[in-house]
Antibody, heavy 120, light 108 residues
Framework: EVQLVESGGGLVQPGGSLRLSCAAS????????MNWVRQAPGKGLEWVSY????????YYADSVKGRFTISRDNAKNSLYLQMNSLRDEDTALYYC?????????????WGQGTLVIVSS | DIQMTQSPSSLSASVGDRVTITCRAS??????LNWYQQRPGKPPKLLIF???NLQGGVPSRFSGSGSGTDFTLTISNLQPEDFATYYC??????????FGQGTRLELK
């Protein structure tokens, strides 16, 4: 069974940093590209970032570019999101999601999310 | 960037009804359009991929159609568990993907 379990969320002040983790199991983690998607309270879904299987290429939404860094450790079956210079508008539930077999395939498997609250 | 516009933003219906949700892309996305269902407190669940293909395990009362810029999700014979929020997602410009703003389906 595919499982994705996010952790690392919490309350942080504006300008602060946080590192999210996503532990994967039930599939060959190193064979799939991965995403972070977020959802502000009561709002819709927003794609945040994407990383290829070998970490050769990373992509970011304009809203987080230059502040967030996605990474992965295939030996540890883990995905990460380093978030710096956090803003109020980064407050959201952050999901990790496994990409499809091909890049244009939709994310099929999602974790339960970890909540990040940016507030003073 | 490709913008996705869903309508309506909310919808009231009764058990047994047939409802349709539409999604329009700001440019052609061929058939790289997918539909998700999200229940409160849960992550999104993939229902339909590539505009019209039913994901495994999804009931056949869900169907999708469309190509180019205009797409629809139809739910026939609404069941109590179908009252949720639905999102479209374009993957034409993957890995930079875009969701619609969501349609909340409520019990009348």
């Amino acid at each position: 069974e595919v499982q994705l379990v996010e952790s690392g969320g919490g309350l942080v002040q504006p300008g602060g940093s946080l590192r999210l983790s996503c532990a994967a199991s039930g599939f060959t983690f190193g064979s799939y590209s991965m995403n972070w998607v977020r959802q502000a309270p009561g709002k819709g879904l927003e794609w945040v970032s994407y990383i290829t299987t070998t970490s050769s290429t990373m992509y970011y939404a304009d809203s987080v570019k230059g502040r967030f860094t996605i990474s992965r450790d295939n030996a540890k079956n883990s995905l990460y999101l380093q978030m710096n210079s956090l803003r109020d508008e980064d407050t959201a539930l952050y999901y990790c999601a496994r990409s499809g077999v091909v890049m244009t395939g939709p994310p099929e498997f999602w974790g339960q999310g970890t909540l990040v609250i940016v507030s003073s | 960037d490709i913008q996705m516009t869903q309508s309506p933003s909310s919808l009231s219906a009764s058990v047994g009804d047939r409802v349709t949700i539409t999604c329009r892309a700001s440019q052609t996305i061929i058939n790289f359009l997918n539909w998700y269902q999200q229940r409160p407190g849960k992550p999104p669940k993939l229902l339909i991929f590539a505009a019209s293909n039913l994901q495994g395990g999804v009931p056949s009362r869900f169907s999708g159609s469309g190509s180019g810029t205009d797409f629809t999700l139809t739910i026939s014979n609404l069941q109590p568990e179908d009252f949720a929020t639905y999102y479209c997602l374009q993957t034409y410009s993957a890995p930079s993907i875009t969701f619609g703003q969501g349609t909340r389906l409520e019990l009348k």
